[in-house]
């Protein structure tokens, strides 16, 4: 049986990470890397976990099991949006 779960929100926010190969970097590459803008990303979830410090999202939610956990940091946060409240259980 699933928790219960706050949502669905979308959130707005600015992904900081960039995901890179282990490969050497020519100092003009690595100053490419750095130059780019931050990304402004959206996601979509039910809150599993909230706390002062993040909000924790899973986007699939089955009986005994959820999708990974997606944990944004409060202070990465554009915009949060609630989204049409659940009318019933999650699953039947």
Not at 20 to 38: C, E, G, I, R
Not at 40 to 47: D, K, N, Q
């Amino acid at each position: 049986m699933p928790p219960d779960l706050a949502g669905p929100v979308l959130i707005v926010w600015k992904d900081h990470e960039d995901h890179t190969s282990a490969d050497w970097l020519t100092y003009a590459d690595a100053d490419a890397q750095v130059s780019k803008p931050v990304a402004l990303v959206r996601s979509v979830g039910w809150i599993y976990h909230e706390n002062r410090e993040a909000v924790s999202l899973v986007a699939t939610v089955g009986p005994d099991e959820c999708s990974g956990v997606l944990r944004i940091l409060k202070r990465v946060i554009v915009s949060r949006l609630d989204l049409e409240p659940d009318t019933g259980t999650i699953l039947p």
